[in-house]
């Protein structure tokens, strides 16, 4: 019998889009602010979860498309791909490969960039 593989999108939680929602809401100028407000909940995974999505969505309105250069310390690069590497790690486990695919296409050209950079 086949089974069809569940992914858990835990961005699709109700409460937690709740908490976005309002984030957004009270400081809808104000990225900073969204981001300390997700900063007081008491879900770690959703404060994180919320931060992300809240710098990617305001990067991807002001910067993306630019190709514009950003500037990071080796330090910030590093703490960075520790935590990338922290979130590989405890990954939901089977998920379809196209998922992997998927995330593999979206960081490709940046760790070519960083091994450029570093060799």
Do not use: C
Not at 40 to 60: C, D, F, H, R, V
Not at 82 to 91: C, E, S, T, V
């Amino acid at each position: 019998m086949f089974f069809k593989k569940k992914i858990i999108v835990h961005d699709l939680n109700p409460e937690f889009r709740d908490e976005l929602f309002n984030a957004q809401n009270k400081h809808r100028d104000d990225l900073e602010k969204q981001i300390q407000y997700m900063e007081t909940l008491a879900n770690p995974q959703w404060e994180l979860l919320g931060k992300i999505i809240l710098l990617q969505n305001e990067y991807s309105i002001k910067a993306s498309g630019k190709n514009e250069k950003i500037q990071l310390s080796a330090m910030e690069v590093e703490y960075f791909l520790r935590g990338f590497l922290d979130m590989a790690r405890h990954m939901q486990a089977d998920l379809p490969e196209g998922v992997y695919k998927y995330i593999n296409r979206r960081i490709e050209s940046v760790l070519k960039e960083l091994l450029n950079q570093i060799v």
